[in-house]
């Protein structure tokens, strides 16, 4: 399996989301498009949110924003269309105004991870600014992901 595959630590909450593969996801080879991944793990994560009593919606409202600063995601075994993916999410880190999320998606059946990865965010404000996280994703977080 070439790169790197990220592991969540034992117990720790995963987060998992399951949809079939599109075919406007497929490249001309039928294999899914490199791109279509990032689209899957942003599912993935707000998903995580939601699961954990975080809708992301509201926070934006509120003023504060998820912005991601890095993205990194490896490609270990190709998916096609109609094939099932399930995207797992789990929080890697946690700190007043950063975090990282990593990913598996797999093709169900098989269970083979396809695509690993992370991704990492920083807080801003309404203006742009590097802010704090709001403390209910704090207290959720630490209560939920972290333990």
Same mark, same amino acid.
């Given at each position: 399996?070439?790169?790197?595959?990220?592991?969540?630590? +034992?117990?720790?909450?995963?987060?998992?989301?399951?949809?079939?593969?599109?075919?406007? *996801?497929? +490249?001309?080879?039928?294999?899914?498009?490199?791109?279509?991944?990032?689209? #899957?793990? &942003?599912?993935?994560?707000?998903?995580?949110?939601?699961?954990?009593?975080?809708?992301?919606?509201?926070? &934006?409202?509120?003023?504060?924003?998820? @912005?991601?600063?890095?993205?990194?995601?490896?490609?270990?075994?190709?998916?096609?269309?109609? +094939?099932?993916?399930?995207?797992?999410? #789990?929080? *890697?880190?946690?700190?007043?105004?950063?975090?990282?999320?990593?990913?598996?998606?797999?093709?169900?059946? +098989? *269970?083979?991870?396809?695509?690993?990865?992370?991704? $990492?965010?920083?807080?801003?404000?309404?203006?742009?600014?590097?802010? @704090? #996280?709001?403390?209910? #994703?704090?207290?959720?977080?630490? $209560?939920?992901?972290? @333990?």
């Amino acid at each position: 399996m070439p790169g790197l595959t990220y592991k969540p630590r +034992d117990n720790q909450y995963i987060a998992t989301a399951e949809f079939y593969v599109r075919y406007a *996801e497929t +490249d001309a080879q039928g294999i899914v498009h490199h791109s279509s991944y990032i689209l #899957w793990i &942003e599912e993935a994560r707000i998903n995580f949110a939601r699961s954990v009593g975080i809708q992301y919606a509201e926070t &934006e409202r509120e003023g504060r924003f998820m @912005s991601i600063i890095e993205i990194q995601t490896y490609y270990h075994a190709p998916m096609r269309f109609g +094939d099932i993916a399930r995207a797992s999410c #789990w929080l *890697e880190s946690f700190k007043s105004r950063t975090m990282s999320f990593a990913y598996h998606i797999r093709r169900a059946g +098989d *269970e083979s991870v396809c695509m690993s990865g992370i991704s $990492r965010h920083v807080c801003l404000n309404r203006e742009g600014n590097i802010a @704090s #996280w709001p403390e209910s #994703w704090r207290s959720r977080l630490t $209560r939920t992901a972290l @333990s």
